[in-house]
């Protein structure tokens, strides 16, 4: 098929133009799948790649190598943007730098001369850096454990008995509600961590009752600061905090310690587990948004969380992720603004970035929405996220510099922000002006105790607050860049693969010459060099990321292939066709096929599919001997293939004793069911008249069942260079399986599925067996028994299927005993084999009623035989 010649040279230029678009129609398709399924966020790192040989091998191989060569374009887009860029003002970085913490060592505080510094003097800088003006201020540090300096005193009660160095931080966060970030880190790799089992402290201690949830956490979280277990149990309106203590003179003491003189203790239940609060549960109730029409299900789905410690939760602070993933070259292009974190397996919670709680922090809301590709922060503010949660940063700088800020327009050293804080505490003016007024702050570690600087399109040694400073800046702007609907970078690459195979047709003539060939090879590459100047265009001035390399790989390849392909001489079109379809359809179809080679182009297609093989087959081959079963086979097989001929059908294969045929290609008709029926009813009657023969000849009868289904399905010549074969793919070719395996279930000879019944429903007649789930189906389906054609039924027969009919009736209806009598009857009266297993059910439902909800269903396992 992929050399196809046509012998009329008036026609020369037409079937090369036509084959030409038909190559570039494969690279375009085969490239373009790879480009349309893309991953628009980094590559969880436990991901476990398919092997190498394998077919998802290879295609994670083409895609990831696609992937590289569009990265490569990407940064160089992103490059050229931010030379058009001014840098933004409206976040401001304030750095822990080498000096300073060289300034800190030979200062006169002792407190600051090791790092990390108390985290008391964390929050005074927050605050100092709220009151010189700054909206939010960020902390790009995770504090998942208490501060080495932490201090609990067993003698205090309340907040006070928390770790002193954690419990300053939370009082001076505080003192500027709404105006910090704090930040927690998550991890996509590993197994998900589970709160700690309940099965200690056999008592718990009431602590007191609540009305809402905020005071009941708050006073649980003092519980979790004491690493005890915190209960929040419903009682009427309101909620109890309990405590879990391991006797009756822990839970005195403990309720003396947080203020509950005359605390009821009482054994502790194993119902009390349903409603235990961890740390993370506290930390999740604060952080966790909810965001309206974004599917959560399609988030990156984490497994590990660093949070705040317990005594630094609090509601008048944010809480954002600074994680930063990046893409499997090691380059960070983005921010995952949501993620998913599902702690016991079950509800999801939705967190967001750093960059993003700062941002609802400025804008004053907790409503997020997400439509069109863009997420919306209240009215105020909106950045292009996919529906993953990923964002691509605009960069707003077109390399890396080698201070502190990255891309970011100015960066503070702490020490400046240090000594104004000592300055106010020491009653003195503050020496620095930081002109702090109405901007974020992220207060980030740039010295050489941080991990280690980020790669990133404009350069590496980037800081993680640069890059979260970024993030921020662009949600501030309301600015990001989009990457265009996959079936627009798919369109693009069978677009150039077009164009790739019509310019080395069109311009073929040039390369009689060496310069002709200089100038031919121009013209691709003026071509490919247009389109990366188009797709540059669009990704400066709209934001848009169109993919480059993919379409340009799919031209070049077109281009090349189709310039090969002019230098070769062609084949007889007549010669393919009855070479690649002569054994399997009549004539008359090799003849239609032979005018109109386009038939055979792969394509989907609702068609009908029939598959059937011989009972007891495997019994028959163990007693005949070879020189009669072969025979014997071949002889079944002869008259299976002359009735699909004679019908218009195709034979698509043989396998054993069973054939798989099809009507619907590659000559189209719209009564490829009513084919597939007479097909069936013709070859039983064959077998009726060969029976005798057969029985003479070798000794046995032959009994054929077989399935019928109608879909939609792929054909086309399929396989690989040294074998081919046109054959179908689809759903509808495993459900005729299916239905020719449960023949042997129901006693059954033909049946056909919904599709197929209601198609030729005018010619053909039909009754319904059964109704069924199949595997990996959301809709049951309804089986039919094929019984013959319309007006060939004696009396009789037709008094035994109105008989089936009322009894199928009725069983629906649950009325099982007078179903039970009416199948009975069926079976006994007409030999109705269906009908003796509705009466074994009936039996059954009659002992057993059905629940409420029954509806008649049967579920088929992995073999249609396998009723469940």
């Not at 399997?584 to 394509?603: G, H, K, N, Q, W």
Request: hydrophobic letters at 45%; aromatic letters at 8%; charged letters at 20%.
């Amino acid at each position: 098929m992929q050399r196809l010649r046509i012998h009329s040279s008036g026609r020369r230029f037409l079937q090369r133009l036509g084959f030409s678009l038909v190559q570039a129609a494969v690279f375009g398709c085969l490239l373009g799948l790879l480009v349309s399924q893309r991953v628009s966020r980094p590559v969880r790192p436990d991901d476990t790649p398919a092997p190498l040989l394998s077919p998802s091998g290879i295609v994670d191989l083409l895609s990831g190598w696609l992937d590289g060569g569009e990265r490569v374009f990407y940064d160089w887009r992103i490059r050229q943007l931010g030379e058009r860029s001014e840098r933004s003002d409206r976040v401001v970085l304030v750095s822990i730098d080498d000096d300073t913490l060289a300034e800190a060592q030979q200062g006169p505080r002792a407190d600051i001369a090791a790092y990390p510094w108390p985290r008391q003097v964390v929050g005074g800088m927050v605050h100092r850096l709220v009151e010189e003006g700054a909206s939010v201020v960020m902390l790009d540090f995770a504090y998942p454990e208490l501060s080495p300096r932490a201090c609990v005193t067993p003698t205090r009660t309340g907040r006070g008995a928390l770790s002193q160095d954690d419990d300053a931080l939370r009082d001076l966060l505080d003192k500027d509600p709404g105006h910090s970030v704090l930040a927690f880190r998550w991890g996509a790799e590993g197994t998900r961590s589970l709160p700690p089992t309940g099965r200690l402290w056999p008592y718990r201690v009431r602590l007191g009752s609540y009305p809402g949830p905020s005071e009941a956490r708050a006073r649980a979280q003092s519980v979790l600061a004491l690493q005890r277990p915190a209960f929040l149990i419903p009682a009427g309106k309101g909620l109890e905090v309990w405590a879990g203590v391991a006797d009756e003179g822990e839970g005195r003491s403990l309720g003396e310690q947080l203020g509950a003189v005359t605390a009821a203790i009482q054994e502790r239940r194993a119902a009390d587990d349903a409603f235990r609060v961890a740390p993370a549960d506290l930390f999740l109730a604060l952080a966790s948004v909810q965001v309206a029409g974004l599917d959560p299900e399609k988030l990156l789905e984490v497994r590990q969380l660093q949070h705040p410690v317990t005594p630094l939760l609090g509601t008048s602070s944010g809480y954002g992720a600074t994680t930063l993933p990046a893409d499997p070259d090691g380059v960070v292009r983005g921010v995952p603004h949501l993620v998913a974190y599902s702690p016991r397996g079950g509800e999801r919670y939705v967190l967001p970035s750093l960059p993003l709680a700062a941002a609802m922090r400025l804008a004053g809301t907790q409503k997020l929405r997400y439509a069109d590709g863009r997420l919306f922060i209240g009215d105020s503010y909106s950045v292009p996220m996919d529906a993953s949660g990923y964002s691509l940063l605009r960069w707003e700088a077109p390399s890396a510099t080698r201070g502190a800020r990255g891309p970011l327009a100015r960066s503070i050293r702490a020490w400046n922000v240090l000594l104004n804080l000592f300055d106010i505490q020491a009653e003195r003016p503050a020496r620095f002006d930081h002109d702090l007024d109405g901007r974020a702050v992220i207060l980030t570690n740039t010295s050489s105790y941080a991990p280690e600087r980020r790669v990133t399109p404009i350069g590496p040694g980037i800081a993680n607050g640069a890059i979260l400073g970024q993030a921020l800046a662009n949600i501030l702007a309301s600015d990001g860049i989009t990457r265009v609907p996959s079936r627009v970078d798919m369109v693009a690459t069978m677009g150039l693969a077009f164009i790739g195979a019509f310019l080395a047709l069109s311009f073929s003539w040039l390369l009689r010459s060496v310069w002709g060939a200089i100038l031919f090879v121009s013209v691709v590459v003026a071509a490919g060099a247009g389109y990366v100047g188009a797709a540059g265009w669009f990704f400066v001035n709209e934001r848009l990321w169109i993919a480059v390399a993919g379409p340009l790989w799919s031209m070049g390849l077109a281009f090349l292939v189709t310039t090969v392909y002019a230098f070769r001489t062609e084949q007889d079109v007549r010669d393919f066709v009855h070479s690649a379809l002569g054994r399997y359809v009549s004539p008359d179809v090799a003849r239609l096929v032979a005018r109109d080679v386009s038939l055979m182009r792969p394509e989907r297609r609702k068609m009908t599919v029939y598959l059937c093989d011989i009972e007891g087959f495997t019994r028959l081959s163990e007693v005949l001997p070879p020189e009669q079963l072969v025979p014997l086979l071949n002889t079944f097989l002869t008259e299976m293939t002359s009735v699909v001929r004679a019908t218009a059908g195709q034979v698509d294969k043989y396998i054993g004793d069973s054939v798989m045929a099809f009507w619907g290609a590659p000559v189209r008709t719209d009564r490829h069911a009513h084919l597939a029926c007479e097909a069936a009813l013709k070859l039983q009657a064959v077998l009726a008249q060969r029976q005798p023969l057969w029985e003479k000849q070798f000794g046995h009868r032959l009994s054929v069942r077989a399935g019928i289904d109608t879909g939609d399905l792929l054909v086309g010549d399929m396989g690989s260079e040294l074998k081919s074969n046109y054959t179908v793919m689809g759903d509808a070719v495993g459900m005729a399986g299916r239905l020719e395996a449960a023949n042997k279930q129901y006693g059954t000879q033909v049946l056909v599925g919904e599709a197929t019944a209601q198609l030729a429903s005018d010619a053909y007649v039909f009754r319904e067996v059964d109704r069924v789930l199949v595997r990996n189906r959301e809709q049951p389906v309804r089986v039919h028994e094929l019984l013959g054609r319309k007006g060939e039924f004696s009396p009789e027969k037709q008094a035994g299927m109105a008989l089936y009919e009322k009894a199928l009736t009725a069983y629906y209806a649950r009325d099982f005993l007078v179903a039970q009598e009416l199948f009975r009857r069926c079976a006994v009266e007409h030999g109705d084999a269906v009908a003796h297993v509705y009466v074994q059910r009936c039996q059954g439902y009659v002992l057993t009623p059905p629940p409420a909800d029954w509806d008649g269903v049967i579920r088929w396992r992995r073999r249609s035989s396998d009723l469940k």
